[in-house]
């Protein structure tokens, strides 16, 4: 079936630093790649997300990249705060564009002070 | 406006018995999806409706599991012969069309004794 790899599952860094998280995914039909944040006991929010038809997109820290050739994407936190804790997960549509999301199985971040 | 909600937030049963989860979508919203998380898991998915459609069916993990939507709008994902494999957060999004945004709901934290 379609799957959607994500990597690392935990990765800690000193504030400030960068993060970088990616995911592959195995459907080429796949053109919708969404990032969301989930905090502690709360619910799953998109934070930035990217279509197949460009390759970068950013949003202040926030920048995802796609390579629909090799089937990845990544995404890419700057200038990491404490508040940026959180899990993060990466998904892709399957199906075509009006299809559901698969998601990774995410990434736990931790922003040391 | 308001968010997608879901009740009960917190539901505790005993193996072997029914539970109904509820799931209102945001207004206007085409698309609805549940999905499950279990502790310290990633997402995973259940069913979809879109519209009038046929639901997609193909993440639900036994014929225990039965989802409805009525009138396009308010859907209840129905457990039956509880199991305590069945313990985990079930989570409910909705999108203004298919493919898009998917906003989630608060949850419902599911407890089999």
């Known amino acids: 079936g379609e799957n959607v790899e994500q990597h690392p599952s935990t990765l800690s860094v000193q504030e400030g630093d960068s993060a970088v998280i990616k995911c592959t995914y195995s459907?080429?039909?796949?053109?919708?790649f969404p990032w969301y944040k989930q905090e502690l006991g709360k619910r799953p929010q998109l934070i930035i997300d990217?279509?197949?038809?460009?390759g970068e997109k950013k949003d202040q820290r926030i920048a995802v990249t796609l390579n629909k050739t090799a089937k990845h994407f990544s995404l890419h936190i700057t200038e990491t705060q404490p508040e940026d804790s959180a899990v993060y997960f990466c998904a892709a549509n399957y199906g075509g564009s009006q299809g559901n999301l698969i998601f990774g199985k995410g990434t736990k971040l931790s922003v040391k002070p | 406006g308001a968010g997608v909600s879901q009740s009960p937030s917190n539901k505790v049963t005993e193996k072997g018995k029914d539970v109904e989860l509820r799931c209102d979508p945001i207004s206007g919203h085409t698309a609805l999806y549940w999905y499950r998380q279990s502790l310290g898991q990633g997402l995973e998915f259940l069913i979809y409706?879109?519209?009038?459609?046929?639901?997609?069916k193909s993440g639900l993990p036994s014929d225990r599991f039965s989802a409805e939507r009525t009138g396009g709008s308010v859907s209840t994902l129905t457990i039956q012969r509880t199991q305590q494999e069945d313990s985990a957060v079930y989570l409910c999004?909705?999108?203004?069309?298919?493919?898009?945004?998917?906003?989630f709901g608060p949850g419902t934290r599911l407890t089999v004794l």
């Open positions: 409706f879109q519209g009038n459609s046929a639901p997609d």
């Open positions: 459907d080429s039909a796949s053109n919708y």
């Open positions: 999004a909705s999108s203004l069309v298919p493919g898009g945004e998917q906003f």
């Open positions: 990217i279509r197949s038809n460009v």
